[in-house]
């Protein structure tokens, strides 16, 4: 593992109060798939090189959604991803996920990440829209 890698993690495990690194790892994973499957080309690429290298297939190498997911949808399907989840628990895996992934990518990209997006991901991100309301 290299220090980028743990350095992500320990982020998330904080963001996300998990007790350990192994359920920060599980959310990301989880997260990251998900969101990759609804990612394409240069923005896709550009945010695969900018999260650690254990990510990197993980983003780029996803299962294809077949259509977007609202953000709604989109806490369904990580809750039924991870064992035990409910949506308020995906909800929080997904905004420690999100967030230091938001952190990692920079402020532009992840505005052209969000454009690819159905709205309202952009509080999935930690990142409201100024004057949008949800």
């Keep these: 593992m290299t220090l980028r890698w743990e350095a992500f993690l320990a982020e998330i495990q904080e963001r996300g109060e998990y007790d350990t690194p192994q359920d920060a790892d ?6 990251l798939a998900l969101l990759g499957a609804h990612l394409v080309g240069d923005v896709r690429a550009e945010l695969a090189a900018r999260l650690p290298e254990n990510l990197t297939l993980i983003l780029l190498n996803p299962l294809r959604a077949t ?37 990692a ?22 990142r409201p829209v100024p004057g949008q309301r949800p």
Excluded: K
Aim: hydrophobic letters at 45%; aromatic letters at 8%; charged letters at 25%.
């Design 26 to 31: 599980r959310a990301a994973r989880v997260v």
């Design 67 to 103: 259509e977007p997911l609202s953000p709604e949808r989109f806490v369904r399907a990580t809750a039924a991803w991870i064992e035990g989840a409910t949506e308020p628990t995906a909800l929080w895996d997904i905004g420690a996920v999100l967030s230091t992934t938001a952190d």
């Design 105 to 126: 990518a920079g402020d532009d990209l992840t505005r052209r990440v969000l454009l690819q997006l159905p709205p309202g991901y952009d509080l999935l991100f930690g």
